[in-house]
């Protein structure tokens, strides 16, 4: 006789989370009886209270919503009566007791192949080490930081001009996918569990704002990692000129040996050319404070000053 589907609650918050309930909802092969997401918060320049993206998906879809800020916001009781606990980019350590509650436990889609990058910005930290892949681990939790043992797992390659942003995007598309297929085999009973090689584990710490700070003394190829994997969020930031900018799009470029790192050597249509530790970053799209990002060529026609070579302080 065909399973009629496991019965599900969702843990998540962001807009990653959010891909992933959606394709779970969409899909109508499991049932989402109940929908955890952090208490509303402020947000915005205007500090408003807002509800989190998958507070409001949960509610476009009359679902059972639960704020839970906390572990003990979790009902062991009520977790036992469901097959799983899905767990997406929801940051609250659960306790052993609500790991356990559900019939299959709980389930997370992490964004990374595990034990690679287990945290809290593994997508992040893969384009900043210059990984040529990355991927999803669907995870049986236990009580360590992502370390359960791995029930599916799906790579996906990193392109060369890859985003934070669009990598984001994609791995949340792979993540319901992989999810998907991690759940309907679990309903058939037919997945093994395979243990992580603890000793390949690498740690993916949360991104300070200070991180993004670009120093030029570091090889142009860092410094366009950093581009990449801090756009949109939190963006990498410099001071040229004695002026703030948020760097949107960088390439790396050669450069003779000779000029100190953070001199600019050439403001041209093609962007605005900065030596680097070791070669040279070409800024291809930057935004000042309170303005658009534009492209270099439109920040120099209209500042055609710019375009005399000086050194950034």
């Known amino acids: 006789m065909k399973s009629s589907g496991l019965r599900l609650a969702f843990a998540g918050t962001p807009e990653f989370a959010a891909v992933i309930l959606r394709t779970l909802l969409v899909s109508g092969r499991h049932r989402v009886c109940t929908v955890y997401t952090v208490p509303d918060r402020p947000a915005g320049r205007g500090r408003k209270t807002s509800t989190s993206t998958v507070g409001r998906l ?6 059972t919503l639960l704020r839970a800020g906390k572990a003990a916001d979790f009902d ?3 977790l036992a009566e469901l097959d799983a606990l899905v767990v997406v980019a929801f940051g609250v350590i659960l306790p052993e007791a609500v790991l356990r509650a559900p019939r299959l436990g709980c389930v997370n889609v992490h964004a990374s192949l ?16 210059g990984d040529r892949e990355t991927g999803i681990s669907i995870m049986q939790m236990d009580a360590g930081l992502d370390t359960g043992d ?17 990598l984001h995007d994609r791995l949340a598309v792979l993540g319901a996918e992989c999810l998907l297929r991690a759940l309907d085999a679990l309903d058939e009973g037919e997945i093994q569990p395979r243990r992580q090689d603890g000793s390949r584990a690498t740690y993916a710490r949360k991104i300070e704002k200070n991180e993004a700070n670009i120093d030029w003394s570091k090889s142009a190829g860092e410094i366009v990692r950093l581009v990449r994997a801090f756009n949109p969020v939190p963006m990498a930031a410099t001071v040229i000129r004695g002026e703030p900018f948020r760097i949107w799009e960088a390439r790396e470029i050669a450069c003779e040996a000779g000029a100190s790192p953070g001199q600019i050597l050439a403001c041209g249509t093609e962007g605005i050319d900065v030596v680097a530790g070791s070669g040279a970053v070409r800024i291809l799209r930057l935004q000042e404070p309170g303005r658009k990002p534009v492209s270099a060529r439109d920040f120099l026609n209209a500042r055609p000053a710019w375009r005399d070579a000086g050194i950034p302080r």
């Open 76 to 78: 062991p009781s009520a």
């Open 58 to 63: 949960a509610g476009e879809h009359g679902l």
């Open 150 to 166: 791995v029930l599916l797992q799906e790579s996906c390659a990193i392109a060369a001009e890859e985003t934070g942003g669009t």
């Open 114 to 129: 595990l034990p690679r990058w287990r945290g809290a910005a593994p997508i992040q930290r893969a384009i900043l080490a």
